[in-house]
């Protein structure tokens, strides 16, 4: 009798040591095992996309926190500095210029919700020059001129961007001619830029000056010589807070957030 009582003691035991530990294995499970992916965890919408629109998305982004308490943490540059880490935790991506996301969607489709893309604000090209216009650059004519240096950008949403406007006037051959330096970014273009001084335009976004006003003039074109591209937005397939996101977008909209574009360039 003392024998059964015994085993039958034992078996219970086992049985309940089993379950606690199989609690405890349960318990411990990382949070991210629940959540991969995922910046719902740490509540952050995080938004990535080229360093043109920067200064007014990330300027909104501050207004639209400290309206609703929602962090917006944005990144921008060139798209191989964050494309990795985009492809796990973003929730919005955006463009220098339409033609750019597409190209963004048509290298990494698994990323975009194409039926949330939407147009924010256009912005001019205009031509960027040396402080005090040393050499006098008040047209695209001018860029034709013998000893004139000219830095172009062939991508980052410029690409063909000073060709369209040549183009319109005659100019392709001359400022063909003139072009010193073509490099593949933006920030390749403001490091080439700052070090070489003998660089004296660079055909680019108005916006640009507005980022690099100590070294820098702008001359802007008249109006029916400007060429405008647009800066798409949207959401990412991945994103788990779409409510929140679209929300951001959507301020993005807003009369308040257009007044911000305007201050850094944009029409």
Do not use: C
Not at 24 to 48: C, E
Request: hydrophobic fraction near 35%; aromatic fraction near 8%.
């Amino acid at each position: 009798m003392k024998k059964i009582v015994f085993l039958s003691a034992l078996f219970l035991f086992v049985i309940t040591a089993a379950g606690l530990s199989a609690y405890a294995k349960m318990d411990r499970k990382p949070a991210s095992q629940a959540t991969p992916n995922s910046s719902q965890s740490d509540h952050v919408i995080r938004v990535y996309g080229p360093g043109g629109p920067l200064g007014p998305i990330k300027e909104a982004a501050e207004h639209f926190s400290a309206e609703t308490g929602i962090k917006v943490v944005v990144t921008a540059g060139p798209e191989g500095n964050w494309i990795g880490q985009a492809k796990q935790d973003a929730d919005i991506i955006f463009g220098g210029s339409e033609y750019m996301l597409q190209d963004f969607i048509f290298n990494h489709p698994e990323m975009i919700d194409t039926k949330s893309r939407t147009e924010l604000y256009p912005r001019a090209a205009g031509i960027l020059v040396r402080k005090g216009n040393p050499k006098k650059i008040e047209s695209l004519e001018d860029l034709t001129k013998n000893g004139v240096k000219i830095l172009d950008v062939n991508g980052a949403g410029q690409l063909g961007l000073w060709e369209d406007m040549a183009g319109r006037k005659g100019l392709i051959e001359g400022i063909s001619q003139n072009i010193n330096l073509s490099v593949k970014s933006s920030a390749e273009a403001i490091e080439r830029w700052k070090s070489n001084s003998s660089l004296d335009a660079w055909i680019t976004y108005e916006s640009w000056h507005y980022r690099l006003q100590d070294v820098t003039d702008l001359v802007e074109l008249p109006e029916e010589e400007k060429l405008y591209r647009g800066t798409p937005i949207a959401l990412t397939k991945i994103t788990d807070q779409k409510k929140e996101a679209q929300q951001f977008i959507d301020y993005l909209k807003t009369e308040e957030s257009h007044q911000i574009f305007q201050k850094w360039g944009w029409k």
